[in-house]
């Protein structure tokens, strides 16, 4: 009997190197939403360091350096802000590719199961050729010997 072939086995091939690829982009997404949380992290502390600063060596300075320091802390709760967005995005962005990977993943081991279905398909009608061939071999030496016995006998009664 022939080979076992898959007739759709490029096309697995195909949807395991684009499930390869996508792995490869969530985990440059998780690490960059990894870098931007961090970074959200440090400008975090950066103003709440910032801020208890301020309320000890400000409190009895003059005004300009009570307004300098109240836009710098502005700034630095915009930068916060400015942050969050882009962590969310991170994560956003995270989230669609972990979606896409999940959806090429099943297209994979849809074609998966196809291939073992087909191939206990195959199996099974190679053994039953197998047991046919036994069978007529079994058949043909069981003829054999009872046209010996039969012939030995003299005839048929």
């Known amino acids: 009997m022939r080979k076992f072939t898959f007739n759709l086995q490029r096309v697995l091939d195909y949807r395991g190197s684009i499930e390869e690829k996508l792995l490869a982009e969530l985990a440059a997404a998780r690490a960059h939403h990894d870098r931007e949380v961090a970074r959200l992290l440090e400008i975090s502390r950066s103003r709440d360091l910032y801020r208890r600063k301020m309320r000890t060596r400000l409190t009895g300075a003059d005004a300009d350096a009570i307004k300098q320091a109240h836009n710098y802390l502005n700034d630095l709760v915009r930068q916060v802000k400015s942050q969050e967005i882009a962590v969310t995005r991170a994560a956003e962005m995270k989230d669609k590719k972990t979606a896409e990977v999940i959806e090429a993943s099943k297209d994979r081991k849809v074609l998966e199961r196809l291939r ?3 191939l206990l398909e195959y199996t099974s009608e190679a053994q039953s050729l197998e047991q046919k061939f036994l069978d007529d071999v079994a058949s043909i030496r ?13 005839g048929f009664s």
Request: hydrophobic content about 10%; overall charge positive.
């Open 116 to 118: 073992d279905y087909k």
């Open 142 to 154: 069981s003829n054999r010997a009872r046209s010996r016995t039969g012939s030995a006998g003299g």
